[in-house]
């Protein structure tokens, strides 16, 4: 995290994230959150005011139903369906988590791309597939 003082701007430190309160307020849904700060300066004092900014990148992610995935050759897999053909190509992609009746994916799909959702174990490489007109795959 990059800490800055509001009463002045220019004097900023680092942070570490300590804890995450394990229940969010309930009319603003927010959590209280504690910051270890490194090596702070001298102005910082018990009390001030302070804006906190999470500074690293997080990954994109893209949800999808357990539907949706496949093993194949020992790899996790989904059908695409290409718009121009409307025909499926497996894709190769990496699973973060699986949580209930959905996964995450961190690698292998772009926003955008249709994803087939039901019957992924009864279909082939090049297989034509009707995608229902506004529907999901």
């Known amino acids: 995290f990059q800490v800055i003082l509001q009463s002045l701007p220019t004097i900023q430190t680092g942070a570490k994230l300590r804890e995450i309160a394990p229940q969010s307020e309930g009319s603003t849904r927010t959590r209280r959150v504690r910051l270890t700060l490194t090596d702070p300066p001298q102005a910082f004092r018990l009390g001030s005011t302070v804006t906190a900014t999470r500074v690293t990148k997080v990954a994109p992610t893209i949800e999808l139903p357990m539907s949706a995935l496949f093993e194949k050759n020992g790899s996790a897999?989904?059908?695409?369906?290409?718009?121009?053909?409307?025909?499926?190509?497996a894709r190769d992609i990496k699973v973060a988590s699986k949580n209930g009746g959905t996964f995450t994916v961190t690698e292998g799909l772009e926003a955008g791309m249709r994803v087939v959702t039901a019957g992924v174990h009864s279909l082939s490489e090049g297989q034509k597939v009707t995608v229902p007109e506004g529907g999901a795959s």
Do not use: A, E
Not at 77 to 89: E, F, L
């Open 77 to 89: 897999k989904v059908w695409i369906v290409d718009p121009q053909t409307s025909s499926v190509n």
